[in-house]
């Protein structure tokens, strides 16, 4: 009887064991898998992700850090990946344990105030009698620009995979160790660390080569940046003598009616005319990029759409800060500035967010006193192109190419891929037709050239 008391109980006692090495290594791998894509989102564009620190430097009134948001988000990225690699690799589990115990604290914390900031606030001036006013970053940069997630959303995919990393923790000692120490645990370390700070320094030098902006290769951006006045027209309101009730006619209305006896005579016998007003009789079509434009700094007229819906190859050249940037950093986009004007070729734009003051001493030194640079804000040239300068090479609306200052090629390099953007732009209107918000049938390319500046401008 003894026996097989203590038979049944180490059965149980390997089936709770089992469950807990299940769980404790499911944990592990998902959250291991789940750090180094997080990681890998933000590793491709640590430009962006240094943006995002910066906002919450700037958020908790921590101005004077912003300089160092970019080094402290290759930190981090680097951080975040050798984690996710540590836990995967189950290496080192008593310190990664305590290193991602840390990690998810820091941000469930964090996440929790962008959650509930505007509450506690709001709480506290009520109670206090006091009109404090907060900014608070609405996307926390967790998964960098691929997935956007609001503070509360965020804030309860911490909590849940806090208990994970709870499970992972309190089970850190079970964990199996490998016996060659340092080739089996140091050395994947250092090469994950290696991988982390290279593809970043890659990628801050180029273009980021997973984008997951709206800027990316074979968008239809000119549906984003599409906006248009809305239509306005004047109406005639009428009062009927008989009943009071009220009627609006439009002026192409009117000018039928009057084309007819019989409605012309019943409008005449029968209402009275009260009023002449204006109308929308089209609603204003608002760009999702609202905040980017190609601003003509003398006629203040936005010529973007006119850009971007070019049947030609058309090239937009982002000179962002023009006090950071060198004449060796110039120099490529230069040569194609020559190489354009050479052909007579002016499908091109020189784009900047500096002060015209700035502009004007920037153009004297590089030699380009031709040319006019009309005026964006600076933040969606940062979202359109990371470096400083850069160019982006648009026809019929979508992103053909870009390239970082360093990566310029010459215009006999474009012309001899003429046939590769060719079939690349047949695949990008198969994936998203050329069709602008507002409007129910496909634009054709002809189409474009009949645009003008007046129909066009918001």
């Known amino acids: 009887m003894q026996t097989y008391s203590n038979t049944i109980r180490s059965i149980n006692s390997k089936k709770s064991k089992n469950f807990a090495y299940y769980l404790r290594n499911f944990s592990r791998i998902f959250m291991g898998l789940l750090f180094i894509f997080s990681a890998y989102v933000k590793m491709v564009d640590p430009y962006g992700f240094g943006l995002k620190l910066g906002e919450y430097f700037v958020s908790f009134g921590m101005n004077f850090m912003e300089p160092a948001a970019l080094p402290f988000g290759i930190l981090a990225i680097c951080a975040e990946f050798v984690i996710g690699w540590a836990l995967l690799l189950n290496i080192q589990m008593k310190i990664t344990a305590w290193a991602l115990l840390a990690f998810m604290i820091f941000f469930t914390l964090l996440t929790f105030w962008l959650a509930f900031a505007y509450t506690i606030i709001d709480f506290i001036n009520t109670i206090f009698g ?63 660390l290696g991988l982390a700070v290279f593809v970043q320094i890659y990628c801050l030098k180029h273009e980021p080569w997973h984008d997951f902006r709206p800027w990316k290769v074979g968008k239809f951006i000119a549906a984003e940046a599409y906006s248009q006045a809305p239509e306005m027209d004047f109406v005639f309101v009428y009062q009927n003598k008989e009943t009071g009730e009220q009627k609006e006619i439009t002026m192409e209305q009117l000018s039928a009616i009057s084309e007819d006896t019989a409605l012309s005579a019943d409008l005449e016998n029968n209402y009275t005319y009260l009023d002449r007003k204006e109308k929308i009789i089209k609603d204003a079509i608002v760009a999702k990029l609202a905040d980017f434009a190609i601003i003509d700094i003398n006629t203040k007229n936005d010529i973007k759409n006119n850009v971007m819906l070019s049947p030609e190859y058309t090239f937009i050249i982002m000179v962002r800060d023009v006090k950071e940037v060198t004449a060796l950093k110039m120099r490529k986009i230069k040569a194609l500035i020559a190489d354009l004007e050479a052909q007579g070729n002016k499908n091109y734009v020189l784009l ?107």
């Not at 691929?146 to 909590?159: C, P």
């Open 130 to 192: 006091t009109s404090y006013q907060i900014f608070v970053v609405t996307d926390c940069g967790c998964f960098g620009d691929f997935i956007k997630l609001t503070n509360m959303e965020t804030f309860v995919k911490n909590v849940i995979f806090m208990v994970f990393t709870l499970i992972i923790f309190v089970q850190r000692k079970k964990f199996r160790q490998y016996k060659w120490y340092y080739l089996m645990q140091w050395l994947p370390i250092l090469l994950a």
């Open 352 to 458: 900047t967010g500096s002060f015209p003051a700035d502009v004007e001493d920037f153009k004297k030194a590089q030699g380009l006193e031709e040319q006019t640079f009309y005026f964006c804000d600076m933040t969606p040239l940062k979202t359109a192109i990371r470096n400083n300068p850069g160019v982006i090479m648009l026809k019929e609306g979508y992103v053909m190419d870009k390239w970082a200052y360093v990566d310029v090629p010459t215009l006999k390099t474009i012309e001899d891929n003429a046939d590769m953007y060719a079939k690349k732009l047949e695949k990008y209107k198969q994936k998203q037709p050329p069709l602008l918000p507002g409007r129910e049938e496909i634009l054709p390319p002809e189409e474009t050239q009949k645009q003008n500046t007046e129909e066009i401008i918001q």
